[in-house]
């Protein structure tokens, strides 16, 4: 079974209120991925019609910060599907409902797995690419997967080429191993 991307298709607004905020008046990043994760899992369960999980977020880029007094509109997508996973990409803009100016604020991407009532991985539907954009999308999220197992592959082979002297000139630490 496959579907299109329009087909899963995801918009959620949400008027920014002073709750929101964090300590310096904006709104809260905890917040907004609050969302990102609400309407990753409406995107992936539509496609999928299953019960998803999030099982990874690869990128969550705040590009701009987000006032009080915004409409947040968030679109969600299906990027890519594999056996039981769904990448889904999102793009979060923030408009000024007295100017009607709108922002790019953040863009994410959220790997979800569908789950059966026992908690198992479940099948889901393949995706139809209908467009340039789409399959764009859909390439950049393999590179995105090779990337992470290559992030993976590197982090469990770290060696130690440089001594502790080489390293606090390059970086900003101080080493004093007491063992």
């Known amino acids: ?50 019960y998803c999980v999030t099982a990874s977020v690869d990128t969550v880029d705040f590009l701009k ?27 979060v803009e923030a408009e000024n409902i007295q100017t009607g100016n709108v922002k790019h604020c953040n863009s994410s991407y959220f790997t979800m797995v569908a789950k059966d009532d026992k908690g198992n991985n479940v099948d889901v539907p393949g995706v139809i690419i209908r467009s340039d954009k789409e399959l764009q999308r859909f390439h950049k999220s393999i590179k995105r997967i090779e990337l992470r197992k290559e992030r993976k592959a590197h982090a469990s082979t770290v060696h130690l080429t440089t001594g502790p002297d080489d390293i606090s000139k390059k970086y900003k630490v101080k080493i004093n191993l007491t063992d």
Do not use: W
Request: glycine share 10%; proline share 3%.
């Open 1 to 50: 079974m496959f579907k299109t991307v329009a087909e899963s298709e995801v918009t959620l607004s949400v008027l920014m209120l002073p709750s929101h905020t964090n300590f310096s008046g904006k709104i809260h990043g905890g917040y907004v991925l609050s969302l990102l994760d609400q309407i990753a899992f409406a995107c992936a369960s539509k496609h999928s019609g299953a």
């Open 65 to 91: 910060p987000i006032e009080v007094g915004e409409l947040v509109t968030l679109k969600a997508s299906i990027n890519f599907t594999g056996n039981s996973s769904m990448i889904v990409g999102i793009r």
